[in-house]
């Protein structure tokens, strides 16, 4: 919807109105973007390289008469195309769902009143109130500007800011980077000019992720592995006999038998559910490989306000050169008391009514309670004025602003004709008149020791503001007042911390606030330790390597005062130092950070919306114990990603050895499984165990010590299946199926019976069948034993594991199915070869871990003392 004309008035549209038009022109949401519809995305499935093969072989058994084959090889095709396609169908909807839980609130004046509306609901003439960090998420047209800068980049592709004036349209997609401004809504939703770009940009493929590279990189690994095997074995089948067409089917079948087609969707689908597991712990993850990354941080650095304390402030004491007044009150609620001397009262409320004339943010009351809007601070100033009774300057009595930047530290009005600046006392206190000098030098730096926010309010009878800045000058403001604002911390924070240093997870405390309010609050909450570092932003070292040494310590870090270029260095200089860096922003400025360090965490609660576009990770409660949920359930998703590697891995060794040992004893002993079976047991003994190992729930040591891998496929890995898990089901596979074929009179170099055959080759299907099934137990921690895990702590598992053998029973017993696949049912001896089979493998298992255990015991307790 558009509008040639629309009102401007300072009251806003009625709430009536707004609901009106909105009826009529619909939510303020860009168009869905196109899609590939469900079928479009099964077909895929069906026709990626590794289908393509196993088409052409059901092709081949038709063409030489072996329709059953045939058959059967389209079911497998059908059966794996649509477990693959539901996987990554229901990857994709919850990461769609991942991305509607990110609130996005629009400040916008209705019925006269200033309230946050949802960005869908704004309509056409609604009066928008903007400020440094927020999200245009409509078509504008600006009718009052202060210092506005805007960032255009988004739809231009210029990376400077523009200076719109007032009566310019400003357009969605933009941010706001500087400065303040009132607009009208003059398009939305699909009239926008973001949604003509949209059109554009829908047919843009993204970047595969780091993990999604190396994922494929390993699958490639394995199929160039399986081409190999499978063209060997095709020549080596064409020189023992068999004819060409059957050799070439059989090569084709075995390349394709020994690629884990369905590891791909498994890990997204993985990583969406640890995603969703996140957000349901109030992180919430904007990109998928994030979680990986998550799980390996190393070192965090965090803000103060709102994340380790509670955002809700409330002024507690006031110094005025008359005097100090103590306030008295509760939350939000404007009733309340001072304590002091008349005179002082008196001061106090001349610099609240000055203060709460440069800020914007307020209470209002709601279903019987009073609730913040805007900034804490600025809130905790509104109440203030409301306790004492103070009658704020009129709007049409503000002419000038002067917005907040992180460069000046204050902000200023131009009211009823004088200059009013409210701010950092450090940036306020050498402009100021100080009859009392000291005096108020020391009020602030006690106020800070008891870790209240200082704020510092003055004013100069005439005007300063020049051209959106102000002309201050030594002496030429008078003091009216210190604030002492108190935000406490929460109460959780605590063993949030212990949390993160239990697993070697270094912190450090990155705010503009006061070193010493800083400092103490730090240390209320377990940051700061003895022999912690606290200093300010101007006293980091000018060189990197400096920087990275110095703040790379265990007893906690306080940098106050810090400017968004800081946490730019930090970041950096930690990261040279070879540290996963988490770092947290809400401002505007900080998205430089944020994009700099491995995992950026914007505030979702109170950030900005420059600050969301950048991260990886936004906290919905702006809550440091979401960060340690989030780093737990990173490393547990990680974990999860290497279990099911490892199970497909050993499984893949299992299958292949038969074929290795048929072509190296040049087909003197016969195949112990062939490509069907191979091919029912990646259907059959794979997938759901798999997905069960894809849900381990996080264990209570999952935040002991550092992370331990940096990479999804590592050495302890690979030996692990190849070396240890792979070859023990391998080698009992093979035993059993010998033992079998040799008890019904086979010997080397004959000939061995139809029915002896098949009974010996569905023992071997048996065997890694059931293997497999221990094997998921087994795979269930890489340190921690079978029986040193709770079985029911993955009930999945047991789901799978019962259906498991259900299928194996099916496999196996039914004999159109047992036949087509070319097993039998194993014998009494069989089955217990079977069961031996998955003790065995269980029993080498725990012995590896056992040994690896006692190896690292060894290792440290001869390591010197630190």
Known sequence: MTAGSVDNRAVGLSSMEAATRLAVDGPNALPAPRRSGAWRLLLAQMTHLFAIMLWLAAVLAFVAGLVPLAGAIVTIVVLNGVFAFAQEYRADRAAERLRDLLPARIRVVRDGEVTSVDSADLVVGDLVLLAAGDKVSADLRLVAVHSLAVDESMLTGESVPVRPGQGTPVFAGTFVVEGEAEAIVSATGASTRLAGIQSLTESAQHPDSPLTIELHRLVRVIAAIAVAVGVSLAVASMLLGLGLTEALLFGVGVMVALVPEGLLPTVTLSLARGAQLMARGNA??????????????????????????????????????????????????????????????????????????????????????????????????????????????????????????????????????????????????????????????????????????????????????????????????????????????????????????????????????????????????????????????????????????????????????????????????????????????????????????????????????????????????DHFASIVTAIRLGRATFANVRRFLTYHLTDNVAELAPFAVWALSGGSIPLAIGVLQVLALDIGTDMLPALALGVEPAGKHTLDGPARHRHIVDRELLVRAFGILGPTEALLAMGAFLSVLIGTGWRLGTEPSGAGLAIASGTAFAVIGLAQLANAFACRSERSTVFEIPPTRNRALLVAVVAEVALLVVFLGVPQVADLLGGGWPSYQGWLYAAGAAMVLIAVDTIAKLVRRAARRSAAAARPPA
């Open 284 to 621: 919430l993850v904007r990109r998928l490989d994030a979680v990986e990354t998550l799980g390996a941080t190393t070192y965090v650095c965090t803000d103060k306000t709102g994340t380790l304390t509670m955002n809700q402030m409330s002024v507690e004491e006031i110094w005025t050169p008359l005097g100090t007044v103590t306030m008295e009150g509760s939350g939000y609620n404007p009733t309340g008391s001072a304590q002091g001397t008349p005179a002082a009262v008196a001061e106090v409320m001349r610099a609240a009514r000055a203060a709460v004339a440069c800020v914007r943010g307020h209470v209002v009351r709601k279903k019987g309670r009073w609730v913040a809007e805007g900034d804490p601070m600025e809130v905790a100033l509104d109440v203030l004025a409301r306790r004492l009774g103070v009658r704020p300057i009129a709007p049409a009595g503000i002419s000038h602003r002067v917005s907040f930047s992180s460069e000046t530290r204050y902000s200023a009005v131009l009211a009823e004709g004088e200059t009013i600046v409210i701010g950092a006392p450090d940036a306020l206190l050498p402009y100021c008149q100080l009859d009392g000098g000291p005096d108020a030098i020391a009020a602030v730096d006690e106020l800070a020791s008891r870790g209240h926010r200082v704020l510092a309010v003055a004013l100069a009878p005439t005007n300063l503001v020049d051209d959106g800045s102000l002309r201050l000058a030594p002496d030429g403001l008078e003091l009216l007042a210190v604030f002492g604002l108190e935000d406490p911390p929460r109460p959780d924070v605590h063993a949030a911390l212990d949390a993160c240093r239990r697993a070697g997870v270094r912190i450090a405390m990155i705010t503009g606030d006061h070193a010493a309010t800083a400092a103490v609050i730090a240390r209320e909450v377990g940051l700061l330790r003895p022999g912690g570092l606290v200093l300010t932003g101007r006293d980091l070292p000018a060189d990197n390597d400096r920087l990275g040494r110095l703040l790379d310590r265990d007893e906690g870090v306080v940098v106050a005062r810090v400017t968004p270029a800081d946490k730019l260095r930090i970041a950096r200089a930690l990261r040279a130092r070879g540290h996963v860096v988490a770092m947290t922003g809400d401002g505007v400025n900080d998205a430089p950070a944020l994009r700099e360090a491995d995992v950026g965490v914007a505030m979702g609660a109170s950030g900005s919306d420059v600050a969301r576009a950048a991260a990886d990770l936004v906290l919905l409660d």
